[in-house]
């Protein structure tokens, strides 16, 4: 009994007996016809009863789980269920999913016939990084008659840990190789040109640059031959994550610690798949979760070991203790993408200095973040004073932005300014504008 589970069609029928019960006061026949009534739907519950309980093992399934979650991403789960009966069953699924989703009324109804499988799959959205715990994967299963259900208990206490998103990698892979990455089917970087490391002599073949052609070796072969050349690689990028309280700021349920993150996952797969090598550390009163750069295999995992588990610490990020580290640390000439965020001038004029020791010895990219809503009020219709006073406060913070480009330009300091949720593209589209440039 302890898995016996009344169902609302026994309430509902014994409600209909209770209506007839009421009537016989007025119509006395109508008590034989309620006791009657209620001695069938007894009759059938038992019956009910023996045909869900009398069968062991006649529900057999499974939760698969991804090896480990993608963070800020879809994650597919799935459920796989075997109906052993001899009849057709209703199933109700209660999976006792992580709290972190806060889903407190996750239900899934299916129908299976007899002896036969079926397979569905729900999916998690995680927005943090860390260990999910997973309870019971619960089946109720009733028959047709629907007035009794048995609940099967399922791999209980199971824990996944959700890593930086890796999920769309695969993705940014084809199209960064293609040299065609695009920003929201809109943007594409055209390949301005290609580095002088070159690779071979070749025969010309039409659509080669005609400014590639190589005299001497054509006069030799009485044929028309080109110089090839191919991306200079080898060369170290490395990714600066600032942990500092600034980088607590939500947007859509992440925080720019976390679009941070997962944008160094990102550009990691893509320099790794390019010849380059790939380093990071992160930073606030100190550096830390450092990793070389390097071009090994295991690279990108070693990255993805090395944010799994980072969390801001809310200190005031110094920038002076950082220009050390980098300067002591990465002791060649870098592509260095720094992900922090400045919201005045005067916020990054406190830094300058720094920021210019390091662009001294390496190329720095300072990565920062538009604020999604003051980009909304900027591009709403003001219809109160109160709305008009807000937007000029928005294009007034909107100016600095632009402020703060120009002044880290003025220093041959590059910079990427952007929405949260294209951090991604737009970082990788600064990687490969610059590898094409060939100015590293």
Not at 292 to 309: D, H, P, T, V, W
Not at 357 to 376: P, S, Y
Not at 385 to 398: G, P, S
């Amino acid at each position: 009994m302890k898995n016996l589970y009344i169902n609302t069609r026994f309430f509902f029928a014994l409600i209909g007996v209770g209506m007839l019960y009421v009537l016989a006061f007025f119509f006395p026949f109508f008590m034989i016809l309620g006791h009657g009534f209620l001695l069938l739907i007894f009759l059938t519950a038992f019956v009910d009863y023996l045909l869900i309980f009398r069968q062991k093992d006649a529900i057999l399934a499974q939760r698969i789980l991804p090896e480990k979650l993608s963070n800020g991403d879809e994650n597919a789960v799935k459920i796989d269920i075997k109906n052993n009966y001899s009849f057709k069953i209703n199933v109700k699924v209660i999976d006792e999913i992580p709290f972190q989703f806060q889903k407190r009324d996750f239900l899934i109804k299916k129908q299976i016939q007899s002896g036969k499988n079926t397979l569905f799959q729900y999916f998690l959205e995680p927005k943090e990084r860390g260990e999910y715990h997973f309870g019971a994967l619960n089946i109720y299963a009733s028959s047709p008659i629907g007035f009794v259900s048995k609940r099967f208990i399922f791999q209980k206490d199971t824990s996944l840990a959700s890593y930086p998103s890796f999920i769309h990698l695969r993705k940014y892979e084809l199209m960064a190789l293609q040299n065609e990455f695009l920003l929201g089917g809109i943007k594409k970087i055209r390949k301005l040109g290609h580095t002088m490391e070159f690779e071979q002599i070749k025969e010309y073949v039409p659509g080669d640059d005609v400014r590639t052609i190589n005299w001497k070796a054509t006069s030799k072969t009485n044929r028309l031959m080109v110089n090839q050349f191919q991306d200079e690689k080898s060369q170290r990028i490395f990714m600066l994550i600032d942990k500092g309280r600034t980088m607590k700021m939500p947007f859509n349920g992440l925080s720019l610690l976390d679009y941070s993150i997962n944008a160094t996952m990102a550009l990691s797969h893509i320099i790794l798949k390019k010849g380059d090598r790939a380093g990071m550390m992160t930073f606030s009163k100190k550096a830390e979760n450092k990793v070389a750069a390097e071009n090994k295999s295991g690279q990108l995992r070693k990255i993805s070991e090395a944010l799994y588990n980072i969390k801001t610490d809310f200190f005031e990020s110094d920038f002076n203790r950082l220009y050390q580290d980098v300067k002591y640390s990465i002791n060649q000439r870098s592509l260095v993408l720094l992900f922090t965020n400045f919201e005045t001038l005067d916020g990054l004029n406190r830094q300058m200095k720094y920021l210019r020791g390091i662009a001294k010895n390496h190329l720095l990219v300072v990565v920062f973040f538009k604020n999604t809503e003051i980009q909304n009020l900027i591009h709403t219709n003001p219809e109160s004073t109160q709305e008009i006073y807000d937007e000029i406060i928005a294009e007034k913070f909107e100016f600095e932005k632009k402020l703060i480009i120009q002044e880290l330009r003025k220093y041959g300091i590059y910079s990427v300014y952007t929405l949260p949720e294209n951090l991604n593209v737009d970082v990788i589209n600064k990687y490969l504008e610059i590898k094409a440039r060939g100015i590293l």
